[in-house]
C-alpha cells in the first residue's frame, strides 16, 4: 500500500486532511481461521474511510458491532467520528 498523492504531501495544493491509499493487485493464498491476512484491530478517530474491492471480497468488523463482507465493485464507508477501532481482512471464501 503506498500513497497516490505522495508527491503533494503537505503541499498546498493538496487538501491535508485527504489520505488516498493504493494497494496494486495481488494474489493470495485462500486464508484459514488460522492465517488471515490483512489488517489486525487498529483505530481511526476524526475521519472517514473508505474502502473499494476491485476483486476479491474483504471482511471487515468494527468495535461498534459492525460486520460484513464486501466483494467486486462494493464500497464500505466508514465514519471514524470520535474513535472507532475496525479490523479488515481478505474473506476465507
Not at 45 to 70: C, L, M, P, Y
Amino acid at each position: 500500500v503506498f500513497p497516490v498523492f505522495a508527491n503533494k504531501a503537505f503541499k498546498s495544493d493538496l487538501s491535508p486532511f485527504l489520505m488516498f491509499d493504493y494497494a496494486p493487485p495481488k494474489t493470495f493464498p485462500p486464508n484459514s481461521s488460522d492465517n488471515r491476512l490483512g489488517v489486525g484491530k487498529h483505530p481511526h478517530r476524526g475521519f472517514e474511510t473508505v474502502t473499494i474491492a476491485f476483486q476479491g471480497e474483504v471482511e471487515h468488523a468494527d468495535s461498534k458491532g459492525n460486520q460484513g463482507v464486501i466483494g467486486p465493485g462494493d464500497v464500505q464507508w466508514m465514519t471514524a467520528g470520535k474513535g472507532i477501532v475496525h479490523e479488515e481482512f481478505h474473506s476465507t471464501d
